[in-house]
T-cell receptor
Framework: AQSVTQHNHHVILSEAASLELGCNYS??????LFWYVQYPGQHLQLLLK??????LVKGIKGFEAEFIKSKFSFNLRKPSVQWSDTAEYFC????????????FGKGNQVVVIP | DVKVTQSSRYLVKRTGEKVFLECVQD?????MFWYRQDPGLGLRLIYF???????EKGDIPEGYSVSREKKERFSLILESASTNQTSMYLC?????????????FGPGTRLLVL
């Protein structure tokens, strides 16, 4: 079974700072990788996903993530955050040839101070 | 837009009560999922369903059951609610079964068991 590790559960930073959230997964085979985001009071929604091709994936609202197979990582980045990026971010994984049963990490609570 | 709705945003129940949480999706999705979300634990899969009348256990099925009599509706049942089932419950759906499929989430039901 897959598992996902997210570090630094709580992140506080100022507007215009850069953000990087780490995600490491544990699975021996090929995977599909996702970042979901939950803004305060809103539904959990997809930020971006990777399943093949260019390992640098761009998502909504200026976010990107890089898949590094050798490190079993899929880190999320944004060069300059805004107050509206305050949210909880979840990394998730499925097996590439399996079903879409997601294994989620524990999440990163990000607070951006204006 | 995909819409996943949940019958209640907030519920308060007493220990031992039978609790029904309803989820409806309007996009003819094959798959539906129930998760619980707890602070610091991320999302954990309770049950999922790939088809009408089909169900499979997730990671934490104990104390829960599900029902899928119609394609658009997936119900989560707490046969005898306990205080450790106080949580946020999220329903999700996806179009197909492939690992690359995006899951679409409802707004959640916050359940308090007294």
């Amino acid at each position: 079974a897959q598992s996902v590790t997210q570090h630094n559960h709580h992140v506080i930073l100022s507007e215009a700072a850069s953000l990087e959230l780490g995600c490491n997964y544990s699975y021996g085979g090929t995977v599909n990788l996702f970042w979901y985001v939950q803004y305060p009071g809103q539904h959990l929604q997809l930020l971006l996903k990777y399943f093949s091709g260019d390992p640098l994936v761009k998502g909504i609202k200026g976010f990107e993530a890089e898949f590094i197979k050798s490190k079993f990582s899929f880190n999320l980045r944004k060069p300059s955050v805004q107050w509206s990026d305050t949210a909880e971010y979840f990394c998730a994984v499925t097996a590439y040839y399996g079903n879409n049963r997601l294994a989620f990490g524990k999440g990163n609570q990000v607070v951006v101070i204006p | 837009d995909v819409k996943v709705t949940q019958s209640s945003r907030y519920l308060v129940k007493r220990t031992g009560e039978k609790v029904f949480l309803e989820c409806v999706q309007d996009m003819d999705h094959e798959n539906m999922f129930w998760y619980r979300q707890d602070p610091g634990l991320g999302l954990r899969l309770i049950y999922f369903s790939y088809d009408v009348k089909m169900k499979e256990k997730g990671d934490i099925p104990e104390g829960y059951s599900v029902s899928r009599e119609k394609k658009e509706r997936f119900s989560l049942i707490l046969e005898s609610a306990s205080t450790n089932q106080t949580s946020m419950y999220l329903c999700a759906s996806s179009l197909g079964t492939a690992g690359q499929e995006t899951q679409y989430f409802g707004p959640g039901t916050r359940l308090l068991v007294l």
